[in-house]
């Protein structure tokens, strides 16, 4: 995965100023710019300017602040001009998400229709009796957060 400080990582470089990038937005936390690799035109990243390599590593003021920003820019390309009928908000924390660049990183994109991005899952219907054990295994997680100060 990605180094632990940030030294190495493109993100970090970015917020610092030293490696070039399309910025739209940045603030003390978080830095706002297009992705090389777009969905559709407009698709923008926001990036905290911590390192944080997934969601473990960051802390909830700076994750709260993300997500802010992201609403804001979500709001933004709905007037920006772009073709957006549509707006996906996307956070992959981890390689099975399919996150490839490890320094957390919320993507915001235009949708239209046509545009050929797809979601595809199996999106079998579970049983009450399943969802309630899922949901008392997240509520075991939420304690266990809580018994760490977490």
Same mark, same amino acid.
């Given at each position: 995965?990605?180094?632990?400080?940030?030294?190495?990582?493109?993100?970090?470089?970015?917020?610092?100023?030293?490696?070039?990038?399309?910025?739209?937005? %940045?603030?003390?936390?978080?830095?706002?710019?297009?992705?090389?690799?777009?969905?559709?035109?407009?698709?923008?990243?926001?990036?905290?300017?911590?390192?944080?390599?997934?969601?473990?590593?960051?802390?909830?003021?700076?994750?709260?602040?993300?997500?802010?920003? %992201? *609403?804001?820019?979500?709001?933004?390309?709905?007037?920006?001009?772009?073709?957006?009928?549509?707006?996906?908000?996307?956070?992959?924390?981890?390689?099975?998400?399919?996150?490839?660049?490890?320094?957390? *990183?919320? *993507?915001?994109?235009?949708?239209?229709? %046509?545009?050929?991005?797809?979601?595809?899952?199996?999106?079998?219907?579970?049983?009450?009796?399943?969802?309630?054990?899922?949901?008392?295994?997240?509520?075991?997680?939420?304690?266990?957060?809580?018994?760490?100060?977490?």
């Amino acid at each position: 995965m990605g180094d632990v400080d940030g030294s190495d990582c493109v993100f970090c470089a970015i917020a610092r100023g030293e490696a070039e990038a399309s910025a739209v937005y %940045g603030d003390d936390l978080a830095i706002v710019v297009m992705t090389l690799g777009p969905v559709t035109p407009g698709h923008l990243l926001v990036i905290p300017r911590v390192h944080a390599v997934g969601l473990e590593d960051l802390d909830e003021e700076t994750g709260a602040h993300v997500w802010k920003v %992201g *609403h804001r820019m979500a709001r933004a390309l709905r007037r920006s001009g772009l073709r957006c009928e549509g707006v996906n908000v996307f956070l992959a924390d981890g390689e099975a998400a399919f996150q490839e660049v490890f320094h957390l *990183h919320l *993507h915001v994109f235009p949708r239209y229709e %046509g545009d050929g991005f797809r979601l595809a899952a199996d999106w079998n219907t579970r049983t009450r009796a399943s969802l309630d054990e899922d949901a008392e295994a997240v509520r075991a997680g939420l304690a266990a957060l809580d018994s760490l100060g977490a």
